[in-house]
């Protein structure tokens, strides 16, 4: 399956905090780096027509900065699983807005009729909601600033993801 996300680019000593809570609570922390999924793993759409929307879309999207300041325990709107996210005070409207863009055109089709869209960056999953809240509860306050410039189309097999391309934000 296909995904599109975005790479954070933050500094060395807020990535080592980040991956200490990753460690700690997700299962995925190694395989593939902390990031803000933009389009959520999919198949049908050839790679090269995904990777022609990417561009499209990125042209028009100045690399965005964006701030992590709140930690969330958040229900699975599509199970009965919980995840524990980093959120976005500064930057969230602009992250949402490039996802409802990506979800047009060829993606369109994508996008799950009911879930609603919150920028994050996710640290930890469970199988109950409580552990998440618990663990919620467990962290110090963060303030993570960082920027995004590059969208990855990756290969996710549901344990890893492999990078296959790049796009630059605001490249033409």
Do not use: C, W
């Not at 807020?14 to 700690?24: L, N, S, Y």
Request: hydrophobic fraction near 45%; avoid cysteine.
């Amino acid at each position: 399956m296909l995904v599109i996300y975005a790479k954070l680019e933050i500094s060395a000593r807020d990535r080592v905090e980040i991956e200490d809570i990753r460690q700690r609570f997700d299962r995925l922390q190694g395989r593939v780096e902390p990031h803000f999924t933009l389009v959520f793993p999919f198949a049908g759409v050839p790679l090269d027509d995904v990777l022609d929307h990417a561009r499209s879309i990125a042209a028009g999207v100045a690399p965005i900065p964006f701030r992590l300041a709140g930690v969330a325990a958040v229900p699975d709107p599509l199970s009965p699983a919980a995840h524990l996210f980093l959120l976005p005070d500064e930057g969230d409207q602009t992250i949402s807005d490039l996802h409802d863009r990506l979800y047009s055109g060829v993606l369109a089709r994508n996008l799950h009729p009911t879930a609603v869209y919150l920028p994050h960056v996710t640290v930890g999953r469970f199988e109950r909601y409580e552990d998440a809240k618990t663990a919620a509860a467990s962290l110090p306050a963060v303030d993570i600033p960082g920027r995004l410039s590059v969208m990855t189309i990756g290969d996710f097999d549901g344990e890893g993801v492999e990078d296959l391309h790049n796009v630059r934000l605001g490249a033409p």
